[in-house]
C-alpha cells in the first residue's frame, strides 16, 4: 500500500518514511513550499488505488501496518475515510490526524478540492463534505494510539499554525520546548 508523506522540512521526516517502510508500506515524499492544499492536489491526482495520507512529523509505531488496515477497514466496509489517533508532543495528549482513504473516496476528493485550497485546514474541511457525510463515509479509530506527532519539531512554527487556526489553548507549547531540550 503506498504511504504519501508530506513535509515542510521537519526533522523527523526520514524517520516517518523509515518507520513506514519498516511496516510494509510503499512511501512518496511530497516536500517543498507548496500549501498542504496543492499537496493533497497532487496526491489525489497521482492516486488510483487505497492510500495513507501522513504529515512527516508523524512516526507511526509497528502496529500501523497495511494489515492493520485491512482490519480497520474489515469493521465497516462503508467507511471511505479513517483517521487515525496519535500522541500528541505539543498537546501532550491525544490528537487526530493520518489519514487511510480507500479508493472509493478518491472521485469526490478530486472532484472537491479546489474549493479548498485557500483554506487553512483543507484536509479538515474535504473531510466535512456531504459525500462523507451523507450517508457517514468517515470515521476516527480510536482503539489504539497509531503512533507520535511532532516530536523534536519546531515549537514556533507550531504556535503560529495553532495561533492562525484559534487553537492555542489546546496545547501545551512550553512543556514541549522543556521537552526537547533534554
Known amino acids: 500500500m503506498k504511504a504519501y508523506v508530506t513535509s515542510i522540512g521537519e526533522p523527523t521526516r526520514e524517520l516517518c518514511i523509515w518507520a513506514l517502510q ?17 499537496k493533497l492536489k497532487y496526491i489525489y491526482d497521482q492516486v488510483d488505488d487505497d492510500f ?15 494489515e492493520m488496515l485491512g482490519w480497520v477497514q474489515a469493521k465497516n466496509h462503508d467507511i471511505w475515510w479513517w483517521q487515525f489517533t496519535l500522541f500528541d508532543w ?8 493520518t ?4 479508493k472509493e473516496a478518491i472521485p469526490a ?27 457517514r463515509r468517515f470515521e ?14 519546531d515549537t514556533e512554527s ?10 492555542q489553548d489546546l496545547y501545551d507549547f512550553e512543556m514541549a520546548e522543556r521537552l526537547n531540550q533534554l
Open 90 to 97: 505539543f498537546k501532550l495528549d491525544i490528537a487526530h490526524n
Open 52 to 66: 495513507v495520507r501522513i504529515d512527516a512529523d508523524v512516526i507511526v509505531n509497528k502496529s500501523f501496518t497495511p
Open 109 to 135: 476528493l478530486r472532484a472537491n478540492i479546489e474549493k479548498f485550497m485557500h483554506k487553512n485546514r483543507p484536509e479538515t474541511e474535504m473531510s466535512r463534505i456531504k459525500e462523507f457525510y451523507e450517508p
Open 140 to 153: 476516527t479509530y480510536q482503539d489504539e494510539i497509531i503512533g507520535l506527532h511532532g516530536y523534536k519539531c
Open 99 to 102: 489519514s487511510f482513504i480507500k
Open 22 to 38: 519498516r511496516n510494509g508500506f510503499d512511501t512518496f515524499s511530497i516536500s517543498g513550499n507548496e500549501s498542504l492544499a496543492e
Open 158 to 167: 507550531a504556535k503560529k499554525l495553532k495561533h492562525i487556526r484559534n487553537q
